[in-house]
């Protein structure tokens, strides 16, 4: 089991970066496939950004990609969202997510664990 904790949210201006961190407390970590989703409201939970337990492959939606970067650091029990290039439209509240998946699953569905979100704000 791992609980997660988010941090690193704010308020930013439209082109600025934001660094996010999820941070894990329990045993084993890097068995965990890892997650980032975000929800605005009125809104479905949308997929962000996922990476596989080594870190060695990392997945985005369109939305994002060439913007946002997840990494992993599995000797800190940590992985981040770095967000470049912010626009208003990526203001949500961002949770990380970890699943027991062999593979990075896209629906928030497929994630066992999650973190409580951090209020992300962009404006214009």
């Known amino acids: 089991q791992v609980q997660l904790v988010e941090s690193g949210g704010g308020l930013v201006q439209a082109g600025g970066s934001l660094r996010l961190s999820c941070a894990a407390s329990?045993?084993?970590?890097?068995?965990?496939?890892m997650g980032w989703f975000r929800q605005a409201p009125g809104k479905e939970r949308e997929f962000v950004a996922g990476?596989?337990?080594?870190?060695?492959?990392?997945y985005y939606p369109d939305s994002v990609k060439g913007r946002f970067t997840i990494s992993r650091d599995n000797a800190k029990n940590t992985v981040y969202l770095q967000m470049n290039s912010l626009k208003p439209e990526d203001t949500a509240v961002y949770y990380c997510?970890?699943?027991?998946?062999?593979?990075?699953?896209?629906?928030?569905?497929?994630?066992?664990?999650w973190g409580q979100g951090t209020q992300v704000t962009v404006s214009s």
């Open positions: 997510a970890a699943g027991r998946k062999l593979y990075v699953p896209l629906t928030s569905s497929e994630y066992t664990y």
């Open positions: 329990g045993r084993m970590f890097s068995i965990y496939v």
């Open positions: 990476i596989t337990r080594s870190g060695a492959s990392t």
